[in-house]
């Protein structure tokens, strides 16, 4: 046994630092001023905490990071501003989850009693684990999917249309004015939540439109999976349309393989299927022909639509190296309606757990300037989500490499969609 | 017909890296008796130097490929070095741990210089294909084959030939009485990390070209190899390329079949597929298809 | 040492005494709900090192499937405890049932699996043992009328235990409530492998590990006894996922990944292979030490700790400190904290370290 005594001293200095750290506890001040303070609301220093638990590390962070930006730029600009109600700015405590549930849930807990709510939540699972505690504690967490399941829930604030309304639109759009009419559809999507979502878009879509899937692919979103059966099959089957739902590491895999087969059907993918990587990559040629977006607002550096013109220009002042990013627009949006609901519970006079609940309910429709779809607000079962779609192509020219091929429309068949 | 055409071609090639990765554990395994769960990290270390000498320094494909190798197969002596040859005489299960934590820090630091964002290695092959009678194959998945074909080749001529290749095969055989006999057990082993460096950083390149870009992930095909050796038996070389391009092949096969013809068994059900192999072959012959049986020692 | 007895001396006694009323009293002395969370996965977790350990650690038999142990518990767990409306639908058991099943269950599982498993040796074990997370993952993910395919599904099990409902007890809060649930099954958990490891059967299982084939001659049925360590082994990864479950409330066949196997086996490594403390003390430092790095990383260099700071970020520093101690604790101290808490308490002159084999 060879003596060891500076990992002994490191254990105990684990065992020493774990009490230390846990001893270690919130004190909030009296209230003062006209508001009364609350967790995460001091109205002496003037400030409101809002919490953000978001993947920054591992491969999501793709996501998380671009999110997290667009979240800061709008936070930062509403402060410069003066901050909410003009007078209280706004504080954010960002945790890194690494798209790991039990680390979300942890920083869940260590925020919980220190914001007034959360602004974004990323990670389906790392939603739903911390949708118990949420409405066990009366708190609001933004999550930053398009999941339908959110739309209903009373202590989640979403952004958008769902994915299932990207589908339908899509797709409508395709065999009615996108000269798709009696062609061979299919799909191909992951086999977990996000890819169910997408497939009932297109069998509402296909019910609707009087199409029929010709084949249904799925492949596992797993690393390493081969997905070269699945085009193989799609090829098969003369399949001449295809809809996507992927992520763009994947979209990456299954494409290439999809231009070695010769197989070149229209692709069009759901939003996350794609990232601005792919449009540089060897690939962007196969997919400036072949693939398109279904997502929402308008392209990168389009001034004609209002908010674009105000985020360009807040990015200009606050944060000019920024890259042209899709999930910086989200992020962006997601902060713009934290800061709506922020200004009625202020208007209100509560910023109370229970006071952001309230003023959830009150704040009527949140607008986003055309970046994505106003949101009419109410109790969680009136709510009403945006219904438009816009889709691009791929144009490696264009600052994401996306270029619109129709804004901002809804068709009838997405109208008729709904959500219990 | 095609159809079955198509699959065996991607399969042999899929199956060809997997052979690719399975050479080094078989390398390091006939050295040192472990397996090394580190290779997917060495296979991560080489293909983003190749990334770096290629693309961030401007050096031509094939010299960045070359020096990439040589820096891999240095880590590869230098973690034998520092960290394993402390671990002489321990327990196979604490060794492979090692390796295993190993390959924990190198995950993160890869992402850590590199970042997490897909990178093109931009080789020379890029997505063009050939084609042969209505079959499309990836110019560089002929290129993969060759190398493969080539790593094969110089292994078997070093271990039939070379002084250290021999040596390595006495250690392999009876560690005791190849050192009696002179050999240098530590050279052997240095010189086996080496080599698993080496391979792990060409696997990754094929891995990585055309289409198939620089991730942090990449080193997953290292799991998906393990069946690949525990098929053909974790100390023979042959063994290692008849288990991957099996499980290679029956990937593809059931990726391409058993969606129509086997539905119940799930989707995705071809990522599980070497795993099934791997435990059927198993059970019939615990030591492989090609393995040596150990012997119990009291 | 006198196998018979609880405690192996009055020191042992009073030592756990004092233990038991400092974990009982944690959750009522220290509110940080932070803190709470950290230790109630510490715990959960815990209880799956233990078991882990007494295969690995006293019976010698190398496992990278806990993982799929630990998920079938958490299953059959959400299969009887969850409520019947809910989707997919529970079977709305109570406590007194689910948790014991949570248990027994994946136990059967290890005995029908374990004969295959344990032909095996070494290296063989290992890969086959990690096969056994990925063929778990596809069950998992195909059986979605019990775990909600790749939906995954909600956990919310009734915790009352008759008048005690450990979702809320009195006026504490949900994790001040399960804090006593949890470390009391660490606590029982751990008494248990202690008394096993003492008695006859322990003392058999530890001579399968160091000589098997020497245990063999003297009497002691190898098989029987790597089948029994298997068997418990799996049972207590079971009891630990279904804890673990539901302090995360919701899972998915995702989270029973091989990245949480081998958090089991380093957990085991650095508290200290083949002690019976080692799987509760390595579970509190590889819990524990993530979160203390993050209280104190304002003062470590090159730490990122927003998104758009350049550096490494916590997550991954905390990977990198992981790796480095198993490696670390392999080459430099095999035996784990137990054995620096050991020869702490030895140099002090009151307690006597029993000289032991190598841990493996």
Redesign the interface.
Known sequence: ????PR??LA?GL?VT??LA?????ATSKAPAGTLRSAPGFDPVAGTIKVGII?P????V??V??PL??GN?VYFNKVNAKGGIGGRYKIVFE?R?S?Y????A??AY??L??NVVLFGQVLGT?ST??L???LK?DGLVASPASLDADWVREPNLLPIGGPYQIQAINALTWYVTDGGGAGRKICTLAQ???Y??AGLQGVDFAARKDGFSVTSA????A?????G???I??LK?AGCQAVFLVST??DT??L???A????FTPQWIGQSPSYSS?LA????GD?LSKYFMVASEGTEWGDTSVPGMKDMLADIAQI?PDQQPDLYFIFGYDQARAVVQVLEKAVALGDLSHAGIMAAMEQVGTLTFGGLTGDYPYGKAADRVFPRETTLFKVDPAKPVGLAVVKKGFATDQARQFDIR | MTKLVELIVSGTIRGALYALVALGFVVIYKATGVINFAQGGLLLIGTYLTYNAHVTWGLPFWPAVGLATALTALTGVAVERTVLRRMAGQPVFAVIMVTLGLLIVVQQVVPAIWGYDRLNLDDPWGVRRLSFGGIHVDLKDVWALAVVAVVLAALFAFFRYGRYGLAMRAMAIDQEAAMAQGISARRVVALSWGIAGAVATLAGVMLAAGSGGVDPAKDVIALAAFPAIILGGLDSPVGAVVGGLAIGLSQALTGGYQPDHAAFLGAGFDTVMPYVVMVLVLLARPCGLFGTRDVVRA | MDGLSLFASRRSRNLTLALIVGVAAYPLVVRSELWLTVLLFVGATAIGAVGLNLLTGFTGQVSLGHAFFLGLGAYTACYLGNPTGGAPAGRGLPLFVWLPLAALLPGLVGLVVGPAALRLKGNYLAVVSLGLVFLGAHVFKQWSSVTGGSDGTSVAPSLALGPVDFAGIGGLTRNQSLFFLVWGMVGLTTLGSRNLVRTRPGRAMQAVRDREVAAEVIGVSVARYKLGAFAISSGLAGLSGALYAVVLTYVEPGTWSLALSIQFVAMIIVGGIGTTTGGVLGALFVGGLPEVVRHYSASIPFVARTASERGLSLPQLNQILFGLCIVGFLVLEPRGIAALWARAAHRSGEHRVQARPHPL
């Open positions: 046994m060879r003596p060891l990992a002994g254990s684990v630092a774990l750290a846990a001893c270690g506890s978001s920054l590390t591992g491969p962070q793709a998380g990071k997290t930006a800061e960002e890194d690494a790991v549930a039990q680390q849930v942890q807990n260590e919980k009693t699972a739903k684990a949708l118990t505690g066990a086999d977990d939540a890819g169910q692919k799925t492949f596992a797993t690393k390493g999976a081969d070269a059966a699945a193989r099959g098969d763009p590491s990456g895999t494409l290439g393989l231009a070695t087969a010769d990587s540089a990559s060897p690939l196969y944060k």
